[in-house]
């Protein structure tokens, strides 16, 4: 089964730092492009970064993180990563990984995501 | 924030049609750009439920489909079911701004 999970979100200061895991499983984790996506209370899916597959490690970012967040993989633990530095407490969201499809821009699989609480 | 318009919610009987639109412009679905469909249910990983504007990956019922004309996009999900209400988010690629985007996102009521 195709799955991913995410894991290290909590409560954090502004101006704070975090790193968010997603555990890939069922697939061959380092043939695939990878994303995440944010959705802050009460508000729609916002895409937020992307790391390609198949070692070539291009990074792409949307324009409300570039400079703050990196995006980065280990594909020997089969697993994404997202580095959040200078933390706002915009950034207040459950965030996602996705997988990005090998022939469009789809994401499939989703994980469950783990909610990040950026407050003094 | 989100280059792709939705109605904020849609309602419909047991049993009926209900449609969701999702309007862009020339630099997203209006350039050629495929939508994609997303059903997101509290506590639950979001599903895919469209790909490449009609396509329905395996496990999705044949009562949910999907179109794209001009710069619009839709979503229709026939004989409505009482699992079927949740949030609806339609995703393209706009080349303004290198990378993708999503709708408004539509909450999907069943009366």
């Known amino acids: 089964e195709v799955q991913l999970v995410e894991s290290g979100g909590g409560l954090v200061q502004p101006g704070g730092s975090l790193r968010l895991s997603c555990a890939a499983s069922?697939?061959?984790?380092?043939?695939?492009?990878m994303n995440w996506v944010r959705q802050a209370p009460g508000q729609g899916l916002e895409w937020v970064s992307y790391?390609?597959?198949?070692?070539?490690?291009?990074?792409y970012y949307a324009d409300s993180v570039r400079g703050r967040f990196t995006i980065s993989r280990d594909s020997a633990k089969n697993s994404l990563y997202l580095q959040m530095d200078s933390l706002r407490a915009e950034d207040t969201a459950l965030y996602y990984c996705?997988?990005?499809?090998?022939?469009?821009?789809?994401?499939?699989?989703w994980g469950q995501g783990t909610l990040v609480t950026v407050s003094s | 924030q989100s280059v792709l318009t939705q109605p904020p919610s849609v309602s419909g009987a047991p049993g009926q049609r209900v449609t969701i639109s999702c309007t862009g412009s020339s630099s997203n679905i209006g350039a050629g750009y495929d939508v994609h469909w997303y059903q997101l249910l509290p506590g639950r990983a979001p599903q895919l439920l469209i790909y490449g504007n009609r396509y329905r990956p395996s496990g999705v019922p044949d009562r949910v489909s999907g179109s794209k004309s001009g710069t619009s996009a839709s979503l229709a999900i026939t004989g409505l079911q009482a699992e079927d209400e949740a949030d609806y988010y339609c995703q393209s690629y706009d080349s303004s701004l290198s990378g993708p985007v999503f709708g408004t996102g539509t909450k999907v009521t069943v009366l």
């Open positions: 069922g697939f061959s984790f380092n043939d695939y492009g």
């Open positions: 996705a997988r990005t499809a090998h022939v469009g821009n789809w994401f499939d699989p």
């Open positions: 790391i390609s597959g198949n070692s070539r490690t291009a990074t």
